[in-house]
């Protein structure tokens, strides 16, 4: 899913909405905003990439998605103008343009184009939502956790002679979290696909060395 929104606007949309907002950096591990929180501004992300996460019912963290540059962050609440919902985490080291709510409507009512490419965002991550749900329902956690990594691999991956390389700051406790398991079947599914040949991992890195089996294995 492609959601770069950033990189869509041209080069007058995104110099009006510089000029509306500000640059703010985050360290990794820092939160941009929280769960619950009243929702007074928007983000583009410039650099880095963020983790979307909420809470179950017994207090475990679910992440819902991964989201890099040229991502728009928090455009729900800027929408309904309701609290936020869900929390934003640093992954790495990153930047984004803050634009305050009532600014960022206003550009939006002088710009039905960029309306509209909000709008095909939103249904795109409601299609995303619903094929997880989907996942978490017909698939075991092994296929699940093939399912996530083949998503990384198709959007963050770099090819090299192992393969296709995944370097990505995400604990098994947040692929746990990403995948509706215990770490514990996390753990034994990574262990599969490395039996099966799919995979390596190391020290928040992971090669896949079998694209099309892990393909056929996420499906």
Known sequence: MNEGLWHQLTQAETA?????????????????????ERS????????????????????????????????LLGELSAIDREPRSATVSALEDVSGLVVPIGSFQRFLDEHGRVAVLITRLVVARLRDADRKRIEYGAFDTTGRVAARLLELAERFGEQSAEGTTIMMPLSQEELAGWTGASREAVTKALGTLRSAGMIET??????????????????
Not at 21 to 34: D, K, P
Not at 202 to 209: A, E
């Open 16 to 36: 009006e909405l510089r000029e509306l907002g500000m640059v703010r950096r985050w360290q990794r591990g820092e939160v941009l905003f929280g769960e619950g």
């Open 40 to 71: 007074e501004w928007v983000l583009f992300l410039l650099t880095g990439r963020v983790k979307v996460s909420t809470y179950a019912s017994d207090g475990t963290t679910v992440v819902l998605a991964i989201r890099d540059r040229g991502s």
């Open 202 to 219: 190391g020290r928040l890195k992971v090669v896949v060395r079998d694209l099309p089996g892990l393909r056929a294995r996420a499906t």
